[in-house]
């Protein structure tokens, strides 16, 4: 899979009259396929509902298409209630897609057997502001949005579930569901040690509901001075987009990745703690191709009505084995 280097300006008015060109290689034999990228239990609120769209090359030539850098001019998503209602776009797409500009692209190839992925949250194009059940389908417009002669290549359907905001446990903390369980997680009086193995156990798991659940986003977010900067600029509503931001980042490794790469084991080394902070040591062990590296982890704790929570890490490289 090869992208060329070339970014292309195009005017968005002129893709609504002029043809597109011919893409190389056979649109049956592509297949364009969708699935949610951290699945979870997702509620009415603005925390993302990431998924990822993966266009595959089946076929025995190679298949070039055109992406935008605004991805709302290659992609759309059918948002559609139980009863086959479609959910509102969003204002903000509307008003993209309506504007006299410019749309830059990039022209892909995908190679027979090879395939190209790329991430989009459903909430940039569907008004998702009421509880219930959706099937969402995703399109892809391989020579961008509006142009004629091109129709989409249509992806699998995904069912989705959007519950009402959850209500807070004691102390103000949001209560999640297990999305195995279906069970509502509500923080616990662990000891720091515990709080830290279930942690990183939960992450081994590939359960982020858990792994979120002791982890201090605000402390986390202000960690780095940029963003502390911009957090103390903003109004309650920004913060908590940053949060919801912060989180999704966290989840696709972009920030702090070293706290969300799952070890193959794991042992508490050492665990100190007075009445409100506490440290735990950790010595960790990840695969990385024929080796095994070795970190140690150090947690930083805090205690805030009884309940700890982590507010901070370091990572001390230990070498190979």
Known sequence: MKQSGKFLPLIFF????????????????????????????????????????????????TYRFKL???????????????????????????????????????????EPGESFSFIEDLRDYGSLDQAGSFIIQAKLYPELLKAPNAPPIESNRLSLSLRPVPVSGPGGVPLAMDVETNAILVREKLSPDQVVDYLISARQKEQWEKFFLYLDLESMVMRDGVRRRQWLAESEEGRQRMLARYRAELQSAVVDGDISTIPIEYAIERTTYGAEEGTVTVLEKFRVGTYTERKRYTYFLRRKDDIWTVVDYTVLNLGTE
């Open 68 to 110: 935008a850098d605004e991805r709302i001019f290659s992609v759309d998503f059918d948002i559609r209630t139980m009863a086959n209602r479609a959910v509102n776009p969003t204002d903000i797409l509307v008003r993209k897609r309506t504007q006299n500009q410019q749309v830059f692209f990039r022209e892909v190839s995908v």
């Open 14 to 61: 002129f893709i609504l009259t002029a043809g597109g060109a011919p893409l190389f290689g056979a649109e049956s034999d592509i297949d364009v396929s969708i699935r949610y990228f951290d699945k979870r239990v997702y509620y009415v609120k603005n925390d993302p509902i990431l998924v990822q769209l993966t266009i595959a090359n089946r076929g025995t030539s």
